[in-house]
């Protein structure tokens, strides 16, 4: 997919980008902690926070990362050393070095699920009792062979995909898999909402509780949207970078965070009532996909059916997820260095699949080994998540709102397509928002 005068790939169409800017966005984050998180902060409270984020900060931001991409046609070290030059290039940096310190805890996640798609399939989980369920997941990611195993193989199928490009690789594996995703989900929510029992779930998670709300849990969902959406590492600054100049991109923005919004909403819809009709806790934590909901699946009439798609769902959301990760370092690689895409997708692959292997090994060997009381796996996620990309969401807001102004009004959207108070909205979004929002929670939370 090589277009005349630029060597640069491009999306072979608008809803092909959207599916691939949705399968980065629909991931891990949804379908594993959305519920676990949900459920620990108490359901609908918790819900309205993200929400009011996502519509405000989290839309500011990502349609902040599209218009950078689509005018610089960059990767984000590109894209700020074109579009300004000086100290702006560090928050490019700041985007490639979050990749290598997210995707290698993501994938050993990732491994996980391939691996419990498989156990589901031998009968391996078909065991009722939470407690033994919990033994088996502590051996299985404690493990120093196995989850490796499967981390590997998951970053290389990553790999494999990058390798084909942007139309022929991503585009494509997108366009056929979240159209998946979006049946399977389906088809688990109808499961659970028809159980009986499944009316505590949906009152739980419908009914809001705002003695909840607190500094702690704002924060929670804070870092929620940005991981979510995918934001502040410059994943969709790179996405962006290959849309042509005639394709509209707020309303395709706003497609990818309806469509991230919705799947989260739905996987709770698809996780909480099941848990709560078989007297389950949903405050379980990370263990809620991995412990709880084996337990839930062994009782559910069908449940080793219902549990393959499950697993198969987290696989599907998680691969699309991690595209646009490894994308990011080799559309640096490729542009600024010259590199060949393969060459890069499997240097790069191969750093970040060792950099995994500590990180899987948290869970085991290494569950001491320990800094400020975070083990490697902790920490990678901490860092990254916590800090690096919201740091990274106010940059890119403030670079919109005040360096590149005007010119990003109009890269958004053609003069006279959008009403202007829109366009106004969404700069003092960028402007002073987003900064304010995302500063204030972040110096809370240090
Ligand atoms: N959004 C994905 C999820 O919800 C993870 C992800 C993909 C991501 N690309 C990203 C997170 C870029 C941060 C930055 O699981």
């Keep these: 997919m090589q277009s005349t005068g630029d060597t640069r790939g491009h999306w072979g169409s608008r809803l092909g980008f959207i599916l691939a800017a949705a399968g980065s966005a629909v991931g891990l984050g949804n379908i594993w902690k959305f519920p676990y998180i949900t459920g620990q902060h108490g359901g609908a409270a918790f819900i309205l926070i993200y929400l009011a984020l996502v519509f405000t900060v989290g839309i500011g931001v990502m349609l902040a990362e599209l218009a950078i991409g689509r005018m610089s046609q960059r990767n984000p070290v590109g894209a700020f050393a074109r579009l300004k030059g000086g100290w702006w290039v560090a928050v490019g940096y700041f985007g490639v070095a979050a990749a290598f310190l997210i995707l290698p805890f993501y994938s050993v996640v990732g491994g996980w699920t391939i691996a419990y798609t498989v156990k589901t399939l031998t009968g391996a989980l078909s065991v009722t009792d939470p407690t033994a369920l919990a033994a088996t997941f502590t051996a299985f990611a404690g493990d120093a062979l196995e989850p490796i195993a499967w981390h590997g193989i998951f970053m290389a199928l990553t790999v494999t995909v990058v390798l084909g490009g942007i139309g022929a690789g991503i585009e494509r594996t997108c366009r056929i898999l979240f159209p998946a995703l979006l049946l399977i989900l389906l088809a688990l929510v109808v499961r659970a909402l028809t159980l009986p029992g499944a009316e505590k779930g949906l009152a739980f998670y419908l009914t809001p509780d705002f003695s909840q709300i607190g500094t702690e849990m704002v924060g929670a969902a804070l870092s929620q949207v940005f991981f979510s959406l995918g934001l502040g590492m410059g994943a969709m600054i790179t996405y962006g970078s290959y849309l042509g100049t005639r394709d509209n991109l707020a309303s395709a923005g706003c497609w990818v965070t309806l469509l991230d919004t919705a799947v989260a ?21 990370p263990g809620l996909s991995f412990i709880t909901l084996p337990a839930v699946f062994a009782r559910m009439p069908g449940g080793m059916v219902f549990g393959m798609m499950f697993f198969l769902l987290l696989v599907i959301a998680a691969l699309t997820s991690a595209l646009s990760l490894l994308e990011v370092v080799v559309a640096y690689l490729v542009d600024e260095w010259g590199i060949k895409r393969r060459t890069a997708a499997i240097g790069s692959g191969a750093i970040m699949f060792a950099i995994g292997v500590p990180a899987s090994l948290s869970f085991g060997p290494l569950a001491n080994a320990t800094l400020f009381g975070k083990t490697v796996f902790g920490l990678l996620d901490y860092i990254s998540v916590n800090l690096l990309l919201p740091t990274g969401g106010i940059l890119i807001a403030l670079f919109v709102g005040w360096v590149v102004w005007p010119r990003a009004a109009t890269e958004l959207t053609p003069p006279g ?30």
């Design 265 to 285: 909403l739905l996987a709770g819809l698809a996780v909480l009532p099941a848990v709560f009709a078989f007297g389950m806790n949903p405050g379980e934590g």
């Design 417 to 446: 397509r959008l009403q202007p108070r829109w366009v106004t909205a969404w700069r003092w979004l960028c402007a002073v928002v987003a900064p304010v929002v995302i500063g204030w929670i972040l110096v809370k939370g240090l």
